[in-house]
C-alpha cells in the first residue's frame, strides 16, 4: 500500500513544470534592478554628506583656530619686529584655503600704537606693504567637493583682531553676517559667520 503511494505521486510529480516562467523572471529582475538603484543612490547621498560635512568641520576648525590666536597672540615669537594686528582665514580659489596673519613692524607700531585700528591692516588683499604672514595653506578633500563662487577670492577676507578677536570682513566690522558655502554637485553646506565671532554650520 505504500509502494502504491509513493508510485502515484512520483507519477503526479512528474506532470508537474519545473523553474519560473517569463514573467515570474523578469518581475524579479526589475525588482532587483529597483532595489540595487535604490541602494546605489542612498549609499552615493550618503558618501556626499560625510564628505561635505568632513570639509565644513576641517574649515571651521581653521576659522576657530585663527579666532582663538587672535585672543592670545601679539608678537610673531620667531620674528619680534612683527606686531600681529589679525589672524584670518581666506578661500583663495574654489578648492584652496588658508591661515594668515598680518601685522606693523615694531617701528610701525611705536610711531603710532593704533595702526592696526586700520582697517587695511585687516585684509589679505590690502594689508600695506604686503604685511601678511601664511601660516598654512589646505585643500578641500574629496572629487568635486568646492567652495561656492561667493565664498572664495576677493570680499572673503575673515580676519580676527588681536587682541580681543573683534571679527572683520574686508576690513569692516559692521556686516552682519558671512555665509561661506561648501558644495559637491547639489549638495551644499553653509558655514556662517556673524559680526559677533559666532561661527556655525
Given amino acids: 500500500m505504500l509502494k502504491d503511494s509513493l508510485q502515484k ?12 516562467t517569463l514573467i515570474e523572471l523578469l518581475i524579479s529582475l526589475a525588482m532587483i ?7 546605489l543612490k542612498i549609499v552615493r547621498v550618503s558618501d556626499t554628506n560625510r564628505i561635505l560635512a568632513l570639509n565644513v568641520n576641517e574649515v571651521v576648525s581653521a576659522m576657530r583656530f585663527a579666532q582663538s590666536s587672535s585672543l592670545a597672540a601679539v608678537f610673531d615669537e620667531e620674528n619680534s619686529d612683527r606686531h600681529i594686528c589679525g ?14 596673519y598680518t601685522y606693523a ?25 604686503n604685511q601678511r604672514v601664511i601660516l598654512n595653506q589646505f585643500k578641500l578633500k574629496g572629487s568635486g567637493v568646492v567652495f561656492d563662487a561667493g565664498s572664495f577670492g576677493l570680499n572673503n577676507e575673515l580676519v580676527f583682531k588681536v587682541p580681543y578677536g573683534e571679527v572683520y570682513l574686508n576690513g569692516s566690522n559692521s556686516f552682519g553676517f558671512k555665509n561661506f558655502v561648501i558644495k559637491k554637485g547639489t549638495a551644499t553646506k553653509t558655514i556662517t559667520v556673524n559680526q559677533s565671532g559666532q561661527i556655525s554650520f
Avoid at 87 to 100: D, R
Avoid at 110 to 115: M, T, V
Fill in 33 to 39: 534592478a529597483i532595489l540595487t538603484g535604490t541602494t
Fill in 87 to 100: 589672524l584670518g582665514f581666506i578661500a583663495t580659489t574654489s578648492t584652496e584655503y588658508l591661515l594668515f
Fill in 105 to 129: 613692524t615694531t617701528n610701525q607700531y611705536k610711531n603710532n600704537p593704533h595702526i592696526c585700528n586700520n582697517n587695511s591692516y585687516l585684509t589679505y588683499n590690502s594689508v600695506p606693504g
Fill in 9 to 20: 505521486a512520483a507519477k503526479e510529480g512528474g506532470k508537474r513544470r519545473g523553474g519560473f
